[in-house]
């Protein structure tokens, strides 16, 4: 579809026919609320709560660190990502997606990871299901689907798929395909939570963290409020 209304700096997407001319937002949000509709599908009978954060809203992370010493940003209470972190916890599964912008996540998803860097200590979403989704014109996916992964693992979740979509490669019914097939895997480990398993890549982080001095967070005491 094409909304012209919410349409700022559009790109061109060729070859498909439901993701025509919109803005990279805009198609992260079409592609997400497929997903979603695909698993409300599968499980036609189950009440599934769903909640959609966009990184617009969130403050540029001052880069002050004295989230590692304290546990809290100095920014949170101007801000929602407080409400953010807290869903995240609650919730059973985590998607995050992004546009490919030269080979890297969008400034606005650079800034979320920023924001939350410091819960890489605590593994907040230890057990979660994740996903992670990236869209690009035709390359550069691989950089920000392994970032994504990354991410998601320092905050415990399992990442069970990476969606991948280079849409001027594909055709329309490729991306639903690939859609319907990410709802099916999601599904499946929700209702098979037992196969959920520290990777290699979080069991060395944990012992790396371990191994750390004690005072190797313990920076920045006196920050001053902005």
Known sequence: PLLP?????????????????????VLQQFI??????????INK????????????????CAGCTSCFST?????DK??????????MKECDVIILTSPVYFH????????????????????PCKGKIAVSISTSNTNGNEFVDNYLEKFLQVLGATVVKKLSL??????????????????TIIDYMYKNKSLIKATNYQEQYFKNIILRP????NWNKNIPEL
């Open 5 to 25: 209304d919410l349409v700022k700096n559009p790109i061109l997407i060729k070859n498909t026919n439901k993701y025509t001319e919109i803005s990279e937002k």
């Open 32 to 41: 997400l609320e497929d997903i979603i509709k695909n698993i409300k599908d």
């Open 45 to 60: 009978e189950e009440d599934i709560e769903v909640s959609i954060y966009t990184p617009s809203d969130i403050k540029i």
């Open 71 to 75: 546990g809290k940003c100095i920014l």
């Open 78 to 87: 101007k801000d929602n990502i407080s409400a953010i972190i807290r869903k």
């Open 104 to 123: 890297n996540v969008s400034g606005g998803m650079k800034n979320f990871i920023d924001r939350l860097s410091y819960l890489s200590y605590v593994f």
């Open 166 to 183: 280079k849409l001027a490669l594909l055709r329309q019914e490729q991306i639903d395909k690939e859609i319907k097939e990410t709802a």
């Open 214 to 217: 004690k005072d190797y967070i």
